[in-house]
């Protein structure tokens, strides 16, 4: 029997998604700098225990190992040639720890890179890189995509329309990560709310959402009001996602640390959701234990 797609699971209230991967596995001894996403090559069960550790503290959906796996991230690390293996494998993973009655989400990051004239990339290229990243998922097993941290619009635009041209009918994800700055919510790059929402609405994502950033609990809520509110402004039933970071990021020690309790995570997580969010996770800094307190809030 067929289960139900994630197309229409989103349709039916609430998707908990997974907490922080690259977090956790700095708590796992990965040391800082390396590449996080060639640990589906090399150390497969780190991975998969963390997508276990999500799935059993009630994650419906998790994503996969595969932030920084596109072409342009990875040649920081030499490992441009490695795309495709690094993102089946990753999918692969993910797909196993899940099982059949679970979903997973191929995530895909930023290329961390400008687009010309701010930097050296060429629309072309970044097309066609995430293209390949978005085909290497899809033969590992995803059942849809989330494309996050995003930070400058044109980026964005081409990550969607890249992964809206292989995905068929998968269900894709499009996630931006906000700062408060001054009164006001905006990327580092400078997009607002409204134009983050306009834009990939447009573009026709399933869902559109924040995650990450720098914001307080209570800001995450804030940000999540105006998401909702700029997403029913456009008359279509795009979903709204939310993934806050356990808080703001302290220096201790020279590393960045992240104090919110679940306990507090959680009581975020069901005002956003009271909002109308229906897809919520969490970013930096959160564990499963912070995804089993929202579990236990939300899941009545
Ligand atoms: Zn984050």
């Known amino acids: 029997?067929?289960?139900?797609?994630?197309?229409?699971?989103?349709?039916?209230?609430?998707?908990?998604?997974?907490?922080?991967?690259?977090?956790?596995?700095?708590?796992?001894?990965?040391?800082?700098?390396?590449?996080?996403?060639?640990?589906?090559?090399?150390?497969?069960?780190?991975?998969?225990d963390i997508h276990r550790a999500y799935l059993q503290a009630g994650s419906v959906a998790v994503l996969t190992n595969t932030f920084g796996a596109n072409k342009f991230a990875l040649a920081r690390h030499g490992l441009a040639e490695e795309v495709e293996r690094i993102n089946t494998a990753g999918a692969k993973i993910a797909r196993q720890a899940a099982g059949k009655e679970k979903y997973i989400l191929g995530d895909i990051g930023p290329s961390g890179d400008f687009l010309k004239p701010l930097g050296d990339l060429e629309p072309k290229d970044l097309k066609d890189a995430f293209i390949q990243q978005a085909k290497a998922l899809l033969a590992g097993g995803v059942d849809g995509f989330i494309i996050e941290t995003m930070t400058a619009l044109d980026e964005a635009a081409i990550a969607i329309e890249a992964v809206k041209s292989v995905s068929g009918d998968l269900p894709v994800f499009a996630s931006f990560a906000f700062d408060r700055s001054g009164g006001d919510y905006r990327t580092m790059m400078g997009v607002d709310v409204e134009s983050a929402v306009s834009k990939a609405i447009s573009l026709g994502v399933d869902a559109v959402g924040f995650n990450c950033g720098s914001a307080m609990l209570d800001e995450y809520v804030e940000l999540a009001e105006k998401f909702v509110s700029a997403a029913k402004a456009s008359d279509k039933d795009t979903l709204v996602l939310a993934e806050p970071n356990a808080g703001k990021p302290e220096l201790v020690d020279g590393k960045a640390v992240y104090k919110v309790s679940p306990e507090d995570f959680a009581s975020a997580a069901e005002k956003i959701h009271l909002l109308g969010v229906n897809i919520i996770g969490g970013c930096c800094g959160t564990t499963p234990k912070h995804i089993e307190a929202i579990a236990q809030k939300l899941r009545r």
């Open 1 to 48: 029997m067929a289960r139900t797609s994630l197309k229409d699971r989103i349709k039916q209230g609430l998707l908990l998604l997974d907490g922080a991967m690259g977090t956790q596995l700095l708590t796992s001894g990965i040391e800082v700098g390396k590449c996080n996403d060639y640990l589906n090559i090399e150390s497969p069960d780190i991975v998969s």
